[in-house]
């Protein structure tokens, strides 16, 4: 069971990738194998509508070489994706919202006689803001998602307004950290084990997780300090 972890925000420190990385360790403990990528990291092309072309040529992966293509790549062999962006007014940030439209490779392989390669893969949304907009950002993706095959668990979304103290949010923390169990028990039924789709409210595993990733984050904080601002390319399992 692979779960991808996209991060939309600049910051390897800030809000959202908490929470992200809460619900990938999350996932962890489900018994998934996380990755974790940030559409920061290098350059997404926008996308240029290859499909309302007379001859579409919008198929997978894309007709770019950028890094996007790596993203893409990455979902498509993903089982789970969970997606975490900043709220940049009511919405994902640029970058992500430039990923989602290049997802249209994925989605458009139905105009190629296969399913869309999206269709069944378990996605969950968490939007991280300082004051408003995050249900509209949460209810965009997985609107675009599910609009692509993609499935939704229940308890799929978390929001949070505490900027760069969400990780001290215990609602959306235990909201994200639900992300990450119930996207990893949604693969596990869906490839015919037996799970229970139930929230859980876990005090001892909300503070067990805040500990873990406080200490994560610090490698980004030394990141930035040392003015590479976590750009770094590392596997998750290594920080
Ligand atoms: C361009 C821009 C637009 C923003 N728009 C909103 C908004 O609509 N709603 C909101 O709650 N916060 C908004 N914010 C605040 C950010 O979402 C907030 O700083 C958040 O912590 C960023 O997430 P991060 O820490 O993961 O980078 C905006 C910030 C920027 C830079």
Same mark, same amino acid.
């Given at each position: @069971?692979?779960?991808? $972890?996209?991060?939309?925000?600049?910051?390897?420190? =800030? =809000?959202?990738? +908490?929470?992200?990385?809460?619900?990938?360790?999350?996932?962890?403990?489900?018994?998934? &194998?996380?990755?974790?990528?940030?559409?920061?990291?290098?350059?997404? &092309?926008?996308?240029?509508?290859? !499909?309302?072309?007379?001859?579409?040529?919008? &198929?997978?992966?894309? !007709?770019?070489?950028?890094?996007? /293509?790596?993203?893409?790549?990455?979902?498509?062999?993903? #089982?789970?994706?969970?997606?975490?962006?900043?709220?940049?007014?009511?919405?994902?940030?640029?970058?992500? /919202?430039?990923?989602?439209?290049?997802?249209?490779?994925?989605?458009?392989?139905?105009?190629?006689?296969?399913?869309?390669? @999206?269709?069944?893969?378990?996605?969950?949304?968490?939007?991280?803001?300082?004051?408003?907009? $995050?249900?509209?950002?949460?209810?965009?993706?997985?609107?675009?998602?599910?609009? @692509?095959?993609?499935?939704?668990?229940?308890? =799929?979304?978390?929001?949070?307004?505490?900027?760069?103290?969400?990780?001290?949010? #215990?609602?959306?923390?235990?909201?994200?950290?639900?992300?990450?169990?119930?996207?990893?028990?949604?693969?596990?039924?869906?490839?015919?084990?037996?799970? !229970?789709?139930?929230?859980?409210?876990?005090?001892?595993?909300?503070?067990?997780?805040?500990?873990?990733?406080? /200490?994560?984050? +610090?490698?980004?904080?030394?990141?930035?300090?040392?003015?590479?601002?976590?750009?770094?390319?590392?596997?998750?399992?290594?920080?």
């Amino acid at each position: @069971m692979k779960v991808l $972890g996209i991060l939309g925000s600049p910051y390897k420190n =800030g =809000g959202s990738a +908490q929470l992200l990385f809460s619900a990938l360790k999350s996932a962890e403990i489900e018994g998934a &194998k996380t990755e974790f990528v940030s559409v920061y990291d290098g350059e997404i &092309k926008a996308c240029i509508g290859c !499909i309302q072309d007379e001859e579409p040529g919008c &198929k997978f992966p894309c !007709i770019f070489d950028d890094y996007g /293509k790596v993203i893409l790549e990455k979902i498509n062999l993903a #089982d789970g994706i969970i997606f975490s962006t900043p709220i940049y007014w009511f919405a994902p940030s640029g970058p992500l /919202k430039t990923l989602i439209d290049r997802m249209t490779c994925l989605e458009n392989m139905v105009s190629y006689g296969e399913s869309s390669y @999206m269709e069944g893969k378990i996605v969950g949304a968490i939007a991280v803001g300082a004051d408003a907009g $995050g249900p509209w950002t949460c209810g965009y993706l997985i609107t675009a998602l599910t609009s @692509m095959g993609a499935i939704i668990p229940p308890w =799929g979304i978390a929001y949070s307004y505490k900027g760069k103290n969400a990780i001290q949010d #215990d609602k959306a923390l235990m909201d994200a950290i639900n992300i990450g169990l119930l996207v990893t028990k949604m693969i596990k039924i869906l490839k015919g084990e037996s799970s !229970i789709l139930t929230y859980i409210e876990d005090k001892k595993l909300l503070e067990k997780i805040r500990k873990e990733v406080l /200490k994560d984050i +610090q490698y980004f904080e030394n990141s930035i300090k040392d003015k590479n601002y976590g750009r770094k390319t590392i596997s998750r399992s290594s920080i």
